[in-house]
């Protein structure tokens, strides 16, 4: 079915794909304001679907040896370590040789490391120590760390606290998903939850979901060939049952049901933070208006989302679709035009 | 759209300031261990430029596009890069010369040129011969490659391309095939065929040459319709470059293998396709500000500053070469050489930028300045707005 807001705007997308009596629809609503970074999730994830794992691999990023969500990991709790302002507490790691937390040199450390998921192209490091150490200073960035003794250096007065930010991210189920989109076999399809899954008999590993997803989320096995993702564990809804994540949470950080009901509990917790002087909490990918028409796997956030490795203002490629047919065709014509003249022009 | 004013470390929006750390400009990192690649080179030249400016990223006399400060999950790429090896931007190469070759085709046909008909039918079937193997070389399962063809979906460019690959084939081979006839003996079983194929090839080739403007353009919508920043902000000018190039390197097979007398309209399909080509493809190379960045440096820039000049060279050769063979020839190289270059170039840099998280946390926390810039919302109540999309 082919509706006005298809490709893009708010649209409740089971219906849309065509189950006329759809059941209402489902997500995750991921508070990670209590994630205490347990990774059960990670671990209930892999269990309940036969993910394989890559490995024990230590990639210096705080307590994050995942790296990244892949084809092998479909849940991937990100950890941040920053400095904030102690108050009038005495000061955390003061007094002691080591001086304040390294935060910013070990990110930049850590931005280096690769480590081989299994998957394509998996958990890349990438080219911006920089940029890795600028998040772990704190919302403010404090310049890049000096190779001396951090005791030695000018500043330390004024040390920091830290804290840490704990987040499991995993697909979002966008209402606009651009990976279900260009999927030129149907493997990708809508469940009649509002998910999106693969089906793993027809996917012939064409690779075009991969680049297609803004979130850098589905990811391709090397030895399988074939595209792997979250799939909400559409066994278990099905049956009535909790994804398995959401059942492993201790701290109901990760927290499933109908997406109607999430959206207004998480706009009662935000509201609560943000009052008792949380000034930082804010919701991302709640809001059905936004560039994906909200995402079926929705968080509360921090600091911006790119410090967690979320683009801050994801659009779905498919929205400039029509436009982008409609200049294909208009340069197809041209060409057409071009070799006309070429052959029929005056001077031949 | 430019990066210089970013900055990145947004102390108001976020709401902490935090307390302590090192100061700003300290030593360049320049670690112990020997073995490790040098952390921060970038960042040394950042610092020096901040010494001598008044403010963070801003001061005179930088360049156009200066480097953007922003933060992210250990700089590590957001968007998951194509997993697509060459036979990607190797398919979309010969897809082009198969569909501008059977264009030409079908020009000599109508216009009367045997020879140049003859070797645009067989380049035009060889190279979707090409496009086909790489097409499925490339899947994670080869064998399942007939999957493709359980749906036709116009929100998968992947899928549509496939079914005009799946028209243009067959027609554009039989028109080669068609090539075949004066050599079928007069008598016997291939009597009739040798009768009837000319015929066959030339309707043949005629639907070759209707599907070829699709074939070639579609294409870049394929790459375009992806996250990819530098593919994706492209759209408006990839199918033009595409088209260009396309017509370009089919030229380039009339003026290899047509005598000069039938190649009159190969010279100028030359100088058209160049055109459009070096024109569109400057368009993205300067026109996107930050996005054009990955198609000027590293081996994309390298790739795509050697096709702009055999570009140029090929079709200043074809109109200035007209009497001589050999002039001609190599040309027609030149030009076939600069749109498989042109190819790889717009690959790699898509690539480039998909594995860079700047290109994609820079432009699209400028759009969202942007919209907040422009909300009529109260300056104190903004923060979590325009932080949670």
Known sequence: MVGENSLYGPLDPAPDAGYPD?????????????????????????????????????????????????????????????????????????????????????????????????????????????????????????????????????????????????????????????????????????????????????????????????????????????????????????????????????????????LDELRERAAERVERLQASGESTARLYGHDPNDGVGGDGAFFLLLDEPEVYGLPPDPVVTTRDLPDMWKRAGIAALTMAAAAAVAFFGRSA | MTAGEHSAGDGRAAGREPAGGEPAGGEPVGRESAAEPPVGARFREHQARRGRGSGAGRGGGQPAVPDAEFRSYYGRPILKAPVWRNDIPAYLFSGGLAAGSSMLAAGADLTGRPAMRRAARLASAAAIGASTFFLIHDLGRPKRFHHMLRVAKPTSPM???????????????????????????????????????????????????????ALATYTAVLIADTAVPSWHEAYPQLPFVFAGSALASASGVGLL???????????????????????????????????????????????????????????????????????????????????????FGIFEGGVASAKDPKYTVVPQRQRLERSTAMSPSPPDGDVTESAGR
């Open chain 2, 159 to 213: 899928s549509m391309g496939t079914w005009i690959l799946a028209l243009f084939g067959p027609a554009s081979a039989l028109a080669a095939v068609a090539e075949t006839a004066p050599m079928l003996p007069q008598r016997g079983v291939f009597g009739p065929a040798r009768r009837v194929l000319p015929v066959a090839g030339t309707a043949a080739g005629y639907v070759a040459a209707a599907m070829a403007p």
């Open chain 1, 22 to 258: 759809a059941p209402a629809r489902m997500g995750f609503f991921t508070d990670t304001s209590i994630c205490i970074g347990c990774k059960a999730c990670e671990v209930a994830c892999k269990e309940w679907n036969g993910v394989p794992d890559h490995g024990l691999d230590l990639l210096g990023m705080s307590f994050d040896n995942t790296g990244a969500l892949t084809a092998n990991s479909w849940r991937h709790v990100a950890f941040i370590e920053q400095p904030v302002p102690a108050g009038q507490q005495s000061p955390l790691f003061a007094g002691t040789p080591t001086g304040p937390s390294g935060a910013p040199a070990a990110a930049a450390r850590g931005a280096r490391t690769a480590i081989d998921t299994g998957t394509a192209p998996g958990a890349d490091p990438g080219p911006h120590p920089e940029s890795a150490a600028r998040m772990a200073a704190g919302p403010e960035f404090l310049g890049m760390p000096s190779s001396g003794l951090p005791g030695r250096q000018p500043g330390r007065e004024g040390r920091a606290d830290m804290r840490w930010l704990m987040s499991s991210d995993v697909c979002k189920h966008c209402t606009h998903a651009a990976c279900l989109d260009v999927c030129p076999t149907g493997a990708l399809f809508r469940t009649e939850f509002g998910t999106v899954v693969v089906q793993q008999d027809i996917c012939n590993g064409c690779g075009y979901c991969i680049p297609a997803c803004p979130y850098g989320v589905i990811d391709q096995r090397k030895e399988d060939g074939r595209a792997w993702k979250c799939t909400l564990c559409y066994d278990r809804i099905g049956g009535g049952l909790t994804p398995a994540c959401a059942q492993a949470c201790p701290t109901q950080s990760i927290q499933y049901g109908p």
């Open chain 2, 257 to 343: 293998a047509a005598p000069l007398t039938q190649s009159g309209p190969a010279r100028r399909l030359a100088v058209v396709g160049a055109a459009m080509e070096v024109a569109a493809s400057h368009r993205i190379e300067t026109g996107m500000g930050l996005l054009s960045e990955p198609y000027t440096r590293g081996r994309s820039g390298r790739l795509l500053r050697a096709a702009r000049r055999l570009s140029v060279a090929g079709a200043a050769g074809a109109v200035l070469g007209r009497r001589s063979r050999l002039v001609s020839a190599v040309s027609g190289a030149a030009l076939i050489a600069a749109a498989a270059l042109t190819r």
